[in-house]
Nanobody
Framework: QVQLVESGGGLVQPGGSLRLSCVVSRFTFSTYPMSWYRQAPGKERELVAT????????NYADSVKGRFTVSRDNAKNTVYLQMNSLKPEDTAVYYCNTRNMVTEYWGQGTQVTVSS
C-alpha cells in the first residue's frame, strides 16, 4: 500500500533550522500535490505548506511564511520542508500528506521541538 515516511525532526534551539523529508512509495508521486501539516499538543492539526505536483506553485500558512520552504524531488519521490528561524510555537508533530481522487494518505509524523 501507499507509504509516506517522514524524517528529520528533533530538538532545536529557537532561531535554529531543521529540514524535514518525506519519502513516498507505491504512489504516482509526480501526479499529485503534497502537503505538510502539523499538530501541537491540545490543538487541531493545521496545514503548514502545500506544493503542486511539479513544484511550480507553493502555499504557506501565514504563521510560517518567510521562514519555511517546501520543495520536492519527483525523481526521488520525496518532499521536503526547510524550516528556518524556528520558534517555540513551531513545536509540533509534523505530517506529510497527499491524496488522489479516492483516498487521502498520511505519514506517521516526526516530532519537532523548539526549546532552549
Amino acid at each position: 500500500q501507499v507509504q509516506l515516511v517522514e524524517s528529520g525532526g528533533g530538538l532545536v534551539q529557537p532561531g535554529g533550522s531543521l529540514r524535514l523529508s518525506c519519502v513516498v512509495s507505491r504512489f504516482t508521486f509526480s501526479t499529485y500535490p503534497m502537503s505538510w501539516y502539523r499538530q501541537a499538543p491540545g490543538k487541531e492539526r493545521e496545514l503548514v505548506a502545500t506544493i503542486s505536483n511539479l513544484g511550480r506553485r507553493t502555499n504557506y500558512a501565514d504563521s510560517v511564511k518567510g521562514r519555511f520552504t517546501v520543495s520536492r524531488d519527483n525523481a526521488k519521490n520525496t518532499v521536503y520542508l526547510q524550516m528556518n528561524s524556528l520558534k517555540p510555537e513551531d513545536t509540533a508533530v509534523y505530517y506529510c500528506n497527499t491524496r488522489n481522487m479516492v483516498t487521502e494518505y498520511w505519514g506517521q509524523g516526526t516530532q519537532v521541538t523548539v526549546s532552549s
